[in-house]
């Protein structure tokens, strides 16, 4: 049987402060788009993590492993897609890939591995297994939801 | 004949602006600290950016390609060092290390592929050779990369 | 005569990273909204930045007073509206406000005091003449379209 | 008898990061080497925030009202001066006042209203009085704030 994989895409603007002197995005900004299509890739799932971070008992599911490599700049007032899906989840981990499209070039690629994480008594930050209910909907690009 | 690594290290004290509602670093900040230690380090070396991308007709070193993995978080009022070396010089493209402590922790590690970029008539970008006299004064680790 | 001011509302979602460890919005990014605000209001008359700051011979619209109140916080996941409109202009500047309201309430107000700017030769920044075809469509608030 | 004004002064490098597409610092970050400077202050009289806060039982000082004004620009690499004191304490709020120095040129003032605030159990702030020993030693400046 052949599942689909779960895509979500967000329409950006490249703001003025988003760039830098060389009048191009300042690359940490991409990481915030990029964290920015993760939060909307979980509500387009239904998971939309200011209500589901709650009710899943999570802090939130801070970043372990980030890159991201930039193949063409992007301007101010360009309007560009950021294309999202989960690439793997491991058991209290996932990972994510986001690519910029600009118009019909894809200009930025991020890769994302992050952890499920609840806060603990002591205020440290401890992974917890990622609810069945959340792998179902968001198929990865592998199709595989099983445990890695 | 052995050479010594050129490495610039700066203290950085965690801004609250910089962490989330988890109170922990909102990691797009690294990036922006990052970015202010590789401007720190060719500084260091007599090459302040301000005024050696001028001299060196370059608009700026854009990134191509970074990462950053993150093994513990740090928190608003915490002071971090942030220790920073080539790692390797291409004809046009050079890479750098990030190291953030928090005191004999190692917290988050940066890593950065830049090109050496003069702006074209077009407003496109280009690389061009890094001048020797960098090379000599910043000089690399012993080049190996193996793991990215 | 009667004329209607120019009005534009955008909307906006309160992400991870706008907020703070009190779990509110950081209020520098107040300003990065306004920003984002005042850019869409021009657009929305027609006049997007991108293209029309090059087309009337400007470098931007650089601030040179700004004030905003905070009545009460927004968090991580809130959906507001940011209302624009130009209050005042005068001959090489004029005055913007806005307006976050987060479901019925007024949460933030945003004033700003901003000059239409060319760069010079040597690189400092000139007020320059607000052209009239701006004027026209933009209605500030009280009606006036004079100079002042 | 006379009293001194509690005054600190920072210095900070404007980075690559801070400045626009018009190669001068985009406004919003002022506001954040503002709130950057307002935490140094305290830090300075021996209430570094991140414990003090703990200490005093508020969650921090939100922003009520804010406003900066701008003479003149800063540059990527240009090395400023932020200037602050106490400008009138009152109960439970306080006033702030910046000062950005580019050598001996006054670039870029800040005005702040904040407020000494708890958290309620039902997530909400309250204002509560500010305590004694910080305004024994924090001494305002003559408390006239005419302009605003």
Not at 122 to 128: E, I
Request: contains cysteine; aromatic residues 14%.
């Amino acid at each position: 049987m052949m599942t689909k994989m779960f895509e979500n895409r967000i329409d950006w603007r490249i703001e003025w402060g988003d760039c830098d002197p060389a009048a191009i995005v300042f690359y940490p900004n991409y990481f915030r788009m990029f964290n920015m299509a993760t939060d909307a890739l979980f509500e387009a799932a239904g998971f939309a993590p200011a209500s589901a971070f709650e009710r899943f008992g999570i802090i939130g599911y801070p970043m372990i492993d980030t890159r991201a490599t930039f193949a063409s700049p992007n301007r101010f007032g360009d309007q560009v897609i950021i294309a999202s899906h989960i690439a793997k989840w491991g058991r209290s981990s996932f990972e994510v890939r986001h690519s910029i499209f600009n118009q019909s070039r894809l200009s930025v690629e991020g890769f994302e591995k992050r952890v499920w994480a609840a806060s603990q008594p002591d205020g440290s930050l401890k992974g917890c297994a990622v609810p069945d209910e959340v792998r179902k909907v968001m198929l990865p690009a592998d199709g595989r939801m099983d445990h890695v």
